[in-house]
DNA sequence: GAAACCGATGTTGTATGATAACCATGTAAG
DNA sequence: CTTACATGGTTATCATACAACATCGGTTTC
């Protein structure tokens, strides 16, 4: 414990500083799971905080598993983080081998979904695709608008699936990846890679109308290779 | 705005109830993004809290990304869930459908996991899943200790495949579907499916030492199938 | 008339103190 | 040795107060 936050800070709430300082302490280790917290009081005075302000933090941290706590006991680093919620460090994505896994994983989802997809779809779901395709393609290429219509074909042929929860982190992998890359600015603009990415997933919307899931699996594979490259990733042979 | 707390409620914390209460009104569309919450005064009032308890509920949604505060202002619901977070609620997972759509997608994680694994796999890792299913077969089935292993031995599996999100996403999913599954109270309890089950993951363990992606991978969707079935799950024709 | 100023009011952010419920420990009574 | 009780420490909750900020209306000023 050995941040000090200062008096004028006008930031982001003093709870959630307090609230990622003790989860530092615990990425670091210098808090082992098993090990019990400072008392409330000692970690107000120590942060220089009221109470309050030590509680929500608390309140946090244990809706995301790190710590649990007993009333008249004290709160202790949970011994596995037995999350009830799933986070990802924006800072650890930094670094390649990080992103390329989360990439791979993105990856799985994408083509499993693709099969599942084309096995299950609805009419409604290939209007809805066709629908984010058509805006795709009058938005120009790179642009906020682009990317977020690309994200919403995605999330179509994720929808497809019948599969709530495959919509929920599939969307949650691509943000991810999406703010990373954004991040690291490592993405080309090129008037060619258009009409090459709109091909890619109109291949992907083709066999999910024909109902084969075969090719749809392949073209999303086909469409992801392409967006590895484009995006400057070395990738690895799979399957 | 309709829950009403008791006053007698020694189970979790208020302001966990109260979040969930203000989670669902959003997950059930009566508060749409961009709406207005009421303010924390009211909200105290109608749950019958302390505004403090309020307040730890609230902190706990910004954290999750499902709304948004400004001083002065108020509270909104987030236009897009742009969380940084993934939550899964426990309450819908008691739902059949929601429950399968799960373990569906348990099933694509692992099933690719294994085949990942046996291309990858390094000694250490072979001996990792050696270990936990030596554990395994020491424990009594259904025990505490036998599920710990299992689910012990899958994520030496998902380890193996090089990617700490796999790994990650992977026990997410898994910790889920365990606790909706023990909650549900449907696991039978039989002498023979420990018998089964190891079998199962004896397999698995072979074509990975064996490096035999495929084999393994069908050896994994065995091993769900037949873990579905044991759960009295209706499993549908996949690929 | 338009723009700038000003104050009243409501809301969130934070601090402080108090009380109830609960746990652990030590101590005295049986 | 066991049980009962007293005590101190900790969390959970409540209540109140104040600071910081936003909004809105009226007033002044140009």
Redesign the interface.
């Known amino acids: 414990m050995t941040l000090k936050l200062d008096k004028v800070n006008r930031g982001p ?1 003093l ?2 500083l307090v ?1 990622s300082s003790i989860s530092r302490e615990i990425a670091q280790g210098r808090l082992r799971p098993g090990d019990q917290l400072p008392t409330e009081q000692q970690l107000a005075q120590t942060f220089g905080v009221s109470r ?1 302000v030590v ?3 608390i ?2 941290l ?3 598993g790190r710590i649990w706590s007993q009333q008249g006991r004290g709160a202790f680093v949970a011994d596995e983080p ?7 460090d ?1 800072d650890a994505l930094q670094q390649a081998t ?1 992103f390329q ?2 990439f ?2 993105r990856g ?2 994408e083509v ?1 979904a693709a ?1 599942l997809a084309a096995k299950r779809r609805t009419d409604d779901d290939l209007l809805a695709m066709k629908e984010a395709l058509a805006t795709m393609r009058n938005a120009p290429y790179g642009s906020v608008m682009w990317l977020k219509t690309d994200l919403e074909f995605h999330k179509t042929v994720a929808a497809a699936t ?5 919509v ?2 599939l969307m ?1 992998v691509s ?1 991810r990846v999406r703010e990373s890359i954004l991040a690291s600015g490592n993405q080309q603009r090129s008037e060619d890679l258009a009409a090459v990415t709109l091909g890619e997933h109109q291949r992907i919307l083709d066999s999910i109308e024909a109902k084969n ?1 075969e090719e749809a699996q392949e073209a999303m594979r086909a469409h992801l290779h392409g967006a590895a490259s484009r995006v400057g990733l070395a990738e690895e042979q799979s ?1």
Do not use: C, D, K, W
């Open positions: 709430h709870s959630t609230a309050n509680r929500e933090a309140a946090r244990r809706s995301e037995n999350a009830t919620v799933l986070t990802i924006f990080a896994s989360l791979e994983l799985i989802l499993q099969a019948g599969n709530a929860y495959m929920q982190f949650f943000e899931a399957e």
